[in-house]
Nanobody, 128 residues
Framework: QVQLVESGGGLVQAGGSLRLSCAAS????????MGWFRQAPGKEREFVAA???????????YYSDSVKGRCTISGDNAKNTLYLEMNSLKPEDTAVYYC??????????????????WGQGTQVTVSS
């Protein structure tokens, strides 16, 4: 079974930082896109960041305009774990953050519909 498990969410003050983790099991995704999405109450799930791999090596990273410059997506191939480092957090970053993965190397990374596997999400709350 393929499983994605997010962790690292919590309550943080505006301007603070968090590092989210996504532990994958069941298979590796070293050659396929993985991404982070978020969903705030009453809003659609939106793209945050994605990474593409080549033999487990970072091939390219992609960010939404809303987080560009404040977030860094990375991974640990040995641990089969995806990370999202978030800095300068704002209240509008408050959402449930989801880790996603796909076995389609050509998947449109910014589209939630392109991903086959999803975690349960981890709550990030940024206070004013």
């Amino acid at each position: 079974q393929v499983q994605l498990v997010e962790s690292g969410g919590g309550l943080v003050q505006a301007g603070g930082s968090l590092r989210l983790s996504c532990a994958a099991s069941g298979r590796t995704f070293r050659n396929y896109p993985m991404g982070w999405f978020r969903q705030a109450p009453g809003k659609e799930r939106e793209f945050v960041a994605a990474i593409k791999w080549s033999g487990g090596i970072n091939f390219g990273t992609y960010y939404s305009d809303s987080v560009k410059g404040r977030c860094t997506i990375s991974g640990d191939n040995a641990k089969n774990t995806l990370y999202l480092e978030m800095n300068s957090l704002k209240p509008e970053d408050t959402a449930v953050y989801y880790c996603a993965a796909t076995t389609s190397y050509s998947a449109p990374y910014a589209s939630s519909n392109a991903y086959e596997y999803w975690g349960q999400g981890t709550q990030v709350t940024v206070s004013s």
